[in-house]
């Protein structure tokens, strides 16, 4: 008999709503009715408002049960849940989920399908693949691939990616470092987080073609420690790519040398700015380098150095297995390609959206989000995050383009959507955000 | 939480190579074992690491993280930033500091009550953390329900 996988998220939403508990209930009750199961934790599909989102594999074909607590799962049990039965909290196949598969996934594609932490499965989905190509043909190939594809840096201010890595490949130095910056500090920012919670290895082969391409043999993540649970994710994936030659000095024999470390921060919002994040990884205070140079040229202890979100880096690894065109392809104007979009707040089905760019605020928030939680009418909407403005409900039709955006003095960054009702203080919340700003600058 | 100890700390400082450029994961390391950073902690920093003593005491005040003075054996962190504002935290906040007869920043008993700004759950506002673990979809009555199972959790 061939035992039957089902999936329970251990990503931070799905455990703040109580994952843990219907892992182990589900586990309990299988025993018990023995039944032979193989319970994966993988990532989340980014549906939070479903979390915890469960799955079943019948027959080939993942069905999902949403918002399912550990109390519905003698109940489910008895409803025929190990073959996909019907209950209360069935949603049919993940394939047929309009919020998923409405979107356009090209870097969160293996978020919620695989094992975060199995190498096996990472490779059976095409983990490693790009790097493999990389190392076989050569750094120019990476450097204009993604040059091609239009990217541009998802951390905020949507630097184009391509010139950032030539400008550190044509620096001469004796070492250069890739610094992957996880420190994502804005309310209603959680992408960084499902990525690194749900496919760490994608992350750690995105850093290392990023130092394959410049030259560098070294490469930090600066995580926040508001993220205990990616924290202990990447630490496994990071020790687990070692010992499977992933990492170190001579990766798959090929000579190719690269490691990551991975540091915490420690509650400063401004060390997200990457020059004071530069500061911290050298283990001082975060303050921000007012004068120049660049990181490119005298980034990390003095050395070029590539500093990119955690999102930039695994939209990468597509790029080269798809090509740079691909990804230009999608999107509009100046900004290609996807965006994952964030939608929190007062929103009824919060969570992540990878969509092209175009797509409007008010298709991500009516027809993604659903609209208020409360079901009173949108107030107001933050986007790009606190330094960057709040939006009147009149302006819901702003299509997501960097550069429309900066004509109605607002920032895409980040991507992350909070939404407010009209309930809400307009005055305090400007006020709070300012005083966020302060408390962190002392 | 274990009570710090000079001998930890060397440990810890050794087992980080001893590297100055390492202080933050250091003191990082200390708070999440120990909870706080005593000010003979920041002497043998210093000594240990070969760095001034200002060095060190400009590092430790910083980082909002590093805490100075000794916490209860309960953390409490409510999300005070926007996504969860828009889901009531702030009224969560009144209900908590309420019940436990405290304010944000306060240690009382055995808890220390603090603020935090974003917990990456903004789509399970409002979001809490307790004892370093995060839960989302807060309201007041499952906040009690948080607080009774951590008292009543083993230490
Ligand atoms: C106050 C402030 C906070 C920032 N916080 C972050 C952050 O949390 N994560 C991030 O990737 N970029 C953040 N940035 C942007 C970084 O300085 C930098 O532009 C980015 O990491 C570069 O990577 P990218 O080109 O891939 O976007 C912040 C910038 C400022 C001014
Ligand atoms: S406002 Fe804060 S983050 Fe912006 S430049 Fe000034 S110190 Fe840096
Ligand atoms: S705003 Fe509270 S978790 Fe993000």
Redesign the interface.
Known sequence: MTRTKMYVPRE??A???GADDVALAIARLAKKTGVDIELIRNGSWGA??L?PLVEVEVDGVRITYGNVSATDIQSMFEAGFVTGGKHERRLGPINEIPYLINQDRWTFWRCGLINPLSIEDFELHQGFKALTKVIADGAEAVLDAVTDSGLRGRGGAGLPTGIKWRTVADTEADQKYIACNAD???????S??ILMEGDPFGLLESMAIAGFAVGASKGYIYLR?????AHSILSRAIEAARNAGWLGNNIQGSGFAFDIEL???????VCGEETAMLE?L??????DRYKLPLPAHAGL?GKPTVVNNVVTLASVPNIINLGGERYAGMGVNRSKGTLAF??????KR???VEKSFGITLRELIEDFGGGT?SGRPVKAV?VGG?LSAYLPADQLDTPMDYEAFVEIDAMIGHG?I????DT?NMAQ?VR??RR?LR??H? | MAKIDNKTTSKIVVQYGAKPELLVQILQTIVMRFGWIPEDTIRQLADELNLSRADVHGVVQYYQDFRTEEPGKHIVKICQAEACQAMGSRALTDHAEKTLAMNLHDTKDDITLEPVYCLGNCACSPAVMVNGRTYGRVDAARFDELLAGMRSATP
């Open positions: 931070t939403a455990v703040s709503v939070s408002w979390e994502e500090g804005d309310s209603g920012t959680f960084d987080r420690s508001e993220y205990p649970l540091h915490l921060g420690a509650g400063s919002y911290s050298e283990g001082k205070k975060g303050i202890f964030q939608l929190a707040g007062n929103i919060g969570g992540l939680a933050q606190p992350g909070v939404v407010f009702d809400a919340l709070r955000s966020k408390t962190n002392g």
